[in-house]
């Protein structure tokens, strides 16, 4: 059974700081390259950040650059996203799934709102 579980959302002030986590098991996420996505109201689904399965290499939306880290532990099949200076664009539903996504292990996600 695969669950994934997105927490650590909350609401934030403009320019403030949250860090969100990601518990995934019964997939495959330990070799898997793993991703942050967001989705706002009204808008698609959009991608976030990737990291690769080893944990060595990352990639950012360029609306998030500089700005947020992702980062994974294998070893307790955990994902996070660090997002610093958080700006009201980036008020979304955040969920986590492999990159690419897998349709079947979207989560409930982590709601972030950001006040301005």
């Known amino acids: 059974q695969v669950l994934v579980a997105e927490s650590g959302g909350g609401l934030v002030q403009a320019g403030g700081s949250l860090r969100l986590s990601c518990a995934a098991s019964?997939?495959?996420?330990?070799?898997?390259?793993m991703g942050w996505f967001r989705q706002a109201p009204g808008k698609e689904r959009e991608f976030v950040a990737v990291?690769?399965?080893?944990?060595?290499?990352?990639y950012y939306a360029d609306s998030v650059k500089g700005r947020f880290t992702i980062s994974r532990d294998n070893a307790k099949n955990m994902l996070y996203l660090q997002m610093n200076s958080l700006k009201p664009d980036d008020a979304a539903v955040y969920y986590c799934?492999?990159?690419?996504?897998?349709?079947?292990?979207w989560g409930q996600g982590t709601q972030v709102t950001v006040s301005s």
């Open positions: 799934n492999t990159v690419p996504y897998t349709d079947r292990y």
């Open positions: 990291i690769n399965w080893i944990g060595d290499s990352t």
């Open positions: 019964g997939g495959t996420f330990e070799t898997s390259d």
